[in-house]
């Protein structure tokens, strides 16, 4: 598939605002997991087809700094972002629907706010004032959303949670009080609801939605569009009333269908008036026609595969399939390249840490992907499932942990070293079990200028985050995937690969075909006598577009179409 050219500028915009972002506020209402991070990446997508230049944000209420520390369990995965942020996953669908690759001043959350005001206050920065919710935090909020508002024709900002939860009222606060000091017209604010569906009467029910839009301005914010999710048609009769009672034109009621895939998400709204909606509420006459070509070559990919690949994710937070979201999407990328459905199971790395019959359980797969992780649980299960797919052939993609695993493996199994393992399992002092391979990194370069981590540093933000180059061995075959050899790719990680190593692995077979630029991190490894067999340091994952696929993954699915076809 050809990457695809999305409009990242706009050629002649300035419009009655000159340079100035104008602002779209997207909140929830009814219950949460209405799609709104989906919506506002569709919306973005809409308006760059439009030829508008776009970022997106997350404001997210709770009172962590960042997601960083936060279970994956709870919270789903953390998206890094180039810049070495942890953010929300809501910035990957962003990322994955407008190509703009998120920034760290796009996620920001209460905590980080109110640590900044903290500290602020703690530096005597407010004069001896007392620091209240108004105006202080609506303050730093309201600075926050003003960062690079002269870059963009449309920044869209998703408040996190819903309206009428207490930790929101801040951010409610800051964006009402933000519209007020703007020229009129340069914010809107689009509000996603639930239209329940009651199977015994047949109706589709409104008042929710009432109940939600009063809440809404009953703290000075008047919605110009609302996106309502329903399961079944919305009837012209409701539509109207919900316009009626919730003070919105009649076309600015967007309504929002269950559909098969999310890539769908940019023409299904579109079909339903979002963007058009968003441009009339701006008064944007006579709108720019969209160009929906990439969209369209999109939907065709995913409905009309030619077969089928199954891939095993070998992993911990199998339970809750937002701890991998970003794998699953690039997986489904690398399917649409080689215009295949990709199927994932979810393989609870524990079930075979104890048990020696790893082939019931990866029998029959066309790849085995295990991917990052913390902490020792599952990780001999993750070492079972590289030794398997070694043996027996199986394509295997090892990210971040999963590449540890694959390099403990190697030692282990094939280089001798039987004690083989990391310095993050053996953290009971004097009582080492593991030869550490994998080791605990205390200082690193990072361009051109060196970082220092202390054993005792807090959790938060101590690890290798964000962009990093490696150097790529010519004719390897990553090189050869990635059709070059420098790359940088999004790092999330404590430990590395000892290089110290290197040689013995090599001597028993294992290319180390990719190094930090200064050769002394191992960033990718491959068994080059095996039909695709890579770990990578990094997380791929997280750069792979629907209109451009991460060449790793393509080509692992290619590997693990050429597999089904064998078996
Ligand atoms: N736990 C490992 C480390 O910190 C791997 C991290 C990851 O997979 N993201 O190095």
Known sequence: MQPAEIPHTSKNFTGVFGHMARYIFITGGVVSSLG?????????????ARGFSVRLRKLDPYLNVDPGTMSPFEHGEVFVTDDGAETDLDLGHYERFTGVPARMTD????????????EKERRGDYLGKTIQVVPHVTNEIKDFLKIGDDEVDFMLCEIGGTVGDIEGLPFFEAIRQFSHDK????????????LPYLAASGELKTKPTQHSVKELQSIGIAPDILVCRSEQPIPEKEREKIALFCNVRKEHVVAAYDLKSIYEAPLAYHAQGLDQAVLDAFDISPAPKPDLNVWHDVYDRVHNPEGEVRVAIVGKYTQLEDAYKSIAEALTHGGM???????IDWVDAEVFDSSEDVATHLEGFHAILVPGGF????TEGKIKAAQYAREQKVPYLGICLGMQMAVIEAARNVAGVKTAGSEE??????????????????????????VERKVGDDKGGTMRLGAYDATLTPGSRVAEAYGTTTIDERHRHRYEVDVAYKDQLEKAGLVFSGMSPDGKLP???????????????FHPELKSKPFDPHPL???????????????
Not at 183 to 194: A, K
Request: a positive charge.
């Open 36 to 48: 709104k991070g989906l919506a506002s990446a569709a919306l973005g997508a809409l308006l760059q």
């Open 375 to 378: 902490g020792e649980r599952g």
């Open 553 to 567: 993954f393509k080509d692992f699915v290619r590997a693990a179409k050429d597999m089904s076809r064998l078996v």
């Open 337 to 343: 390249a080689n215009r295949v459905k990709v199927k």
């Open 107 to 118: 996620s920001v959350s209460s905590g980080r706010i109110y640590s900044t005001v903290l």
């Open 183 to 194: 020229p009129r017209g340069q914010c809107i604010f689009m509000h996603l609801t639930l």
């Open 523 to 537: 960033e990718i490894v491959e068994w080059p006598d095996h039909p695709w067999f890579i770990g990578v340091q």
């Open 425 to 450: 399992f053996d953290h009971e002092a004097g009582k080492k079990r593991f030869e550490p391979v994998v080791y605990h990194l205390k200082e690193w370069v990072q361009g051109n200028h060196k």
